[in-house]
């Protein structure tokens, strides 16, 4: 059903483009006079789901299309649990689950193991859940029980893979202002959660320095217990085989004997600031404007989307066509609204110009943002607004990996199974009285935080002119 859907998409899609570029002599073609017919229903498959004994969350969706078993593991808990004085050590740990081997396989055994067989297992830890990516044949799914259970039970994290990834960790950390783009990115990060919040922080040579292979273990201890862990398994799979031999591999798995730490909560005030990074020799800005987001369960989230595709998201928004088409300032610019679950996404607005325009850019920028609050979307902004959405809509369910892996995070947040269907028709139903009503509640321009990387002194005016606080330098020094 999603497959005929999708080949119907890009079918008219390859239409489109045959008449766009071959019309000649008979004129332009108006692609808004089209009529497409309506795709077929998405039917979204039954996943079957199965708590163990010791906690452990198991969930199968059979699939013989090819003869592949493919799984995907959720743990809670990240690097937002890492000490201060050890940040990256849920990073690492993450790293060296696939590759610093394991009790029964040493890691280039279990490398020469997946290579003969043409499999893949690979692993990370990032903020708030790790995460164990697995595929094989079908043909092998006892062994892929095995190595998944090695990776997740029984890493050794061997000594030799250990100081090589702290090799390229300091490396990593010698070159981090090498861009200003780079730099921008994370500096934002902490000017909208704060310098120490586990959602900016970053690791330095120190935190480096204070890790060990001990710390590692027993981080794992404590983080990959089977309460903690989400399995999904998919393709060429018969269930009952897979139940018992997900028994066999972790019903023996013993819990872990305190309970992670929920998500940190993020202190945030709305107010002014403006901050800036001086690099004397570059010719153009790097700008950061936004404040704190919202969440994916805010009840008004889907006007937020259209809100946010109208304001900044793609050549028909209008961030891109007053900034960019109109007034000829800016190579890059866009405007993102972003929501989590876990925590507070964030609202900001980029542009990339040249230092000659500076201020002159972000004055329209905040123009905008303050417009859209005020000056309803025309029809033609709203359908685009809405249509950017849904005519992706179908590519969240165009493999059977998507469509399990989502149920195993909505599961975890305890939201229901229809959860993005519900959003969708919002999105559909979306007014231009709700896309201004999103934007007064959730657009704060009287309290934008602002973030300049650039020459200071090329500046068109100086960047006390916005009065948005006065300005503030951030020193990127990297600590010895």
């Known amino acids: 059903m999603i497959d005929r859907s999708y080949q119907k998409l890009s079918s008219l899609l390859t239409i489109i483009t045959f008449l766009v570029l071959f019309s000649g002599s008979a004129g332009a073609v108006d692609l808004n006079s089209l009529v497409y017919p309506a795709l077929n229903q998405i039917a979204i498959p039954e996943v079957e789901e199965i708590k163990l004994d010791n906690g452990m969350r198991l969930y199968l969706l059979e699939d013989k299309t090819l003869p592949l078993i493919q799984a995907s593991v959720r743990i809670h808990g990240g690097s937002y649990l890492d000490p201060v004085e050890k940040i990256g050590l849920a990073e690492f740990c993450g ?96 000017v909208i959660y704060g310098k120490d919040s586990p959602y900016a922080r970053h690791t330095e040579y120190a935190t480096l320095n204070a890790i060990s292979r001990d710390d590692l273990k027993a981080f794992h201890q404590r983080v990959f217990r089977p309460e903690n862990v989400q399995m999904a398994i998919w393709g060429d799979i018969d269930s009952k085989q897979i139940v018992e031999l997900v028994k066999k591999h972790f019903g023996a798995w013993e819990k872990g004997k305190e309970p992670i730490p929920d998500f940190p909560k993020v202190d945030y005030q709305f107010d002014t600031r403006t901050n800036f990074v001086d690099l004397p020799d570059v010719s153009q800005s790097n700008v950061y404007i936004g404040h704190l987001g919202g969440r994916l369960t805010d009840e008004d989230h889907p006007h937020r989307i259209v809100m946010n595709n109208i304001l900044g998201v793609g050549f028909g928004s209008r961030l891109f066509k007053q900034v960019r088409s109109k007034a000829g300032l800016a190579y890059s610019v866009y405007g993102v609204f972003t929501a989590n679950l876990s925590y507070p996404g964030t609202f900001y607005n980029y542009v990339s110009t040249k230092s000659e325009s500076t201020v002159k850019a972000i004055r329209m920028i905040i123009d905008e943002i303050k417009r859209i609050q005020n000056e309803e979307p025309t029809e033609e902004e709203l359908k685009l607004g809405r249509d950017r959405y849904l005519n992706t809509f179908v590519f969240n369910f165009d493999s059977k990996g998507k469509i399990i892996e989502r149920l195993v995070y909505y599961d975890f947040f305890g939201l229901p199974k229809d959860f993005l269907n519900k959003q969708m028709e919002m999105v559909k139903s979306t007014t231009a009285a709700d896309v201004t009503a999103a934007a007064k509640k959730y657009l704060k321009p009287e309290s934008l935080r602002i973030l300049v990387v650039g020459a200071a002194e090329k500046l068109d005016e100086p960047l006390a002119a916005l009065k948005n606080g006065e300005p503030q330098k951030i020193d990127i020094t990297i600590p010895e």
């Open 95 to 190: 790293e060296l689950l696939r590759t610093g081997g394991t009790e029964k396989y040493s890691s280039d055994e279990l490398d020469e193991l997946l290579e003969s067989i043409g499999g893949s297992a690979e692993t990370s830890i990032d903020v708030i859940a790790g995460s164990l990516k697995l595929s094989m044949l079908s043909s092998y799914t006892e062994l892929a029980m095995d190595v998944m259970a090695e990776i997740l039970q029984r890493p050794v994290f061997e000594q030799a893979k250990f100081e090589q990834l702290m090799v390229a960790a300091r490396s990593s950390v010698s070159r981090r202002n090498d861009q200003p783009s780079s730099i921008g990115d994370r500096e934002f990060e902490k």
